[in-house]
């Protein structure tokens, strides 16, 4: 067997947990190291590294340092700040797009360019440079009306207005507050959906799907936020539909890809909705989602370290085989996020148990003695043939431990028929 390497994994959350711990367990790999990570990652042997972000010269420093085979970027505003154009000038392999192709998420106005370019399927649109022209024409979209902030704004920058007065009011305000762009859409109506697909210039592999819960509360109730709980697979998704979103979304945009000489290397998450006239793209994102990465690479058969040095050298993709396994997970958020979460509550030793996992977040302190650090904290996991039988366990660790100061979703999976 060749000798085992070193990887990093570049950011701090429930997905970068996944990721690390996923890639901890491949038998090529001997240490994984996170920057900066999160307190709950030695539970996986991982190995937080306290080095930020955002400070490329000291990532790749270490990188240097302690022989890193390659570093997987999690999180997106690195990417769009250009984290893999400033790994590759210091000569080390990196997995994510560049900051040209990582416009694709950082800009409305481009990732639309991109798609009426390549023939991409989307929601009817236009952007406006100022607050006139955008009112004067707010009616051509018919109302519900979708407006966007053009730059990154996680998940905060839409807003579906339903009437005009609500869209005219939304337009000012959002040039009001600096805004210097943004997009009227046309409202898609149908089932939204999230496609990951790991790309390497040209050739590609679809991850199996999840569906996230973005809002915060209840019955799809509340504030917009990361994403509150998932399952993978979607039981209620044909095959059939399945097809069209390959044909009809995911092959043109990796066409477009390559006509465009992105050479690109990383995650493509495509966002979108499945309307009676076939799938429509609402968004591309250049990283993988959170909280959908934590059920989906459980899932994966397919060794990720393969998979992604694959990817990055060029070489042919491994198939990507799925577990017959569902997944099914709950986001335990600290009160008060999206909009004011609270800080420091005690969540203590979390009791382990058999067939739960749990994807650790937001805290601080010792394994035995961990605190929330604010919005979402960690994610409880279980495995299963049956996604109810999943969904049961999960649901009944949470009733079982004691959180102060936490709250999490009762109804994940209620679109898979999962609650009583
Ligand atoms: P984003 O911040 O781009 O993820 O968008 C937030 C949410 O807005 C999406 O998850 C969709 O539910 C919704 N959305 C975005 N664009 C559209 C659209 N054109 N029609 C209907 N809903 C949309
Ligand atoms: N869960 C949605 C996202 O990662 O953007």
Known sequence: MTEKVNVLVVGEGGREFAIASQLQSSKHVKQVYCAPGNAGMSAVGVQAVAIAETDFAGLIRFAKEHQIAWTFVGPEDCLVDGIVDDFKAAGLKVFGPDARAAQLEGS?????????????????????????????????????????????AGGKGVVIAKDRR?????????????RARLVLEECLVGPEYSMFVLVSNGHYRILPLAQDHKRAYDGDKGPNTGGMGAYSPLPQLSA???????????????D????????????????????????????????????????????????????????????????IVETAAA??????????????????????????????EIAYA???????????????LLMVLSKDPSLKV?????YRYLADINLPGCFYRDDIGAKAGLTD
């Open 108 to 152: 409305k106005d481009y990732a639309l360019n991109f798609m009426n370019n390549y023939h991409v399927p989307t929601a009817r649109h236009s952007s406006y440079r100022d607050q006139t022209a955008a009112i004067n024409e707010v009616d051509k979209f018919g109302f519900p009306v979708v407006i966007k902030e053009n730059g990154l």
């Open 166 to 178: 609500t869209a005219v009011q939304t337009i000012k305000d959002m040039f009001e507050n600096g």
């Open 240 to 254: 059939v539909d399945y097809q069209r979103m390959v044909d009809e979304v995911v092959k043109p945009t990796i």
């Open 256 to 319: 477009g890809l390559v006509a465009g000489e992105y050479h690109y290397h990383g995650i493509l998450y495509i966002g979108l909705i499945l309307t009676a006239d076939g799938p429509k793209v609402i968004e591309y994102n250049v990283r993988l989602g959170d909280p959908e990465t934590q059920v989906i690479l459980p899932r994966l058969k397919t060794d990720l370290f393969e998979l992604v040095t694959a990817a990055i050298n060029d070489q042919p993709l491994p198939e």
């Open 327 to 356: 997944c099914f997970g709950v986001v335990v958020a600290a009160d008060g996020y999206p909009q004011q979460p609270t800080h420091g509550q005690k969540l203590g030793h979390l009791p382990a148990e058999e067939d739960i």
């Open 362 to 376: 937001n805290v601080t302190g010792e394994l035995t003695d961990l605190r929330g650090a604010g919005g979402r």
């Open 390 to 394: 999943a969904h049961d366990r999960v």
